[in-house]
């Protein structure tokens, strides 16, 4: 995965397909399901 893909997923420029997701997860030796539910965490508290 390039630098400037991932850059810009973070930055919420670019919206990640599941493969992406995948392969995040994987660099970060833990599941997709694991990745997602800490974006969904994150993502709750910057609503609440």
Known sequence: ME????SM????????TLYTIWR???????R???LVA???EEM???IS
């Open 24 to 30: 995040i997860a994987d660099a970060l030796d833990m």
């Open 38 to 40: 800490l974006i969904e």
């Open 9 to 16: 997923v973070e930055r919420s420029g670019r919206i990640p």
């Open 3 to 6: 630098r400037a893909h991932l």
């Open 32 to 34: 997709p399901s694991e």
């Open 44 to 46: 709750e508290k910057d």
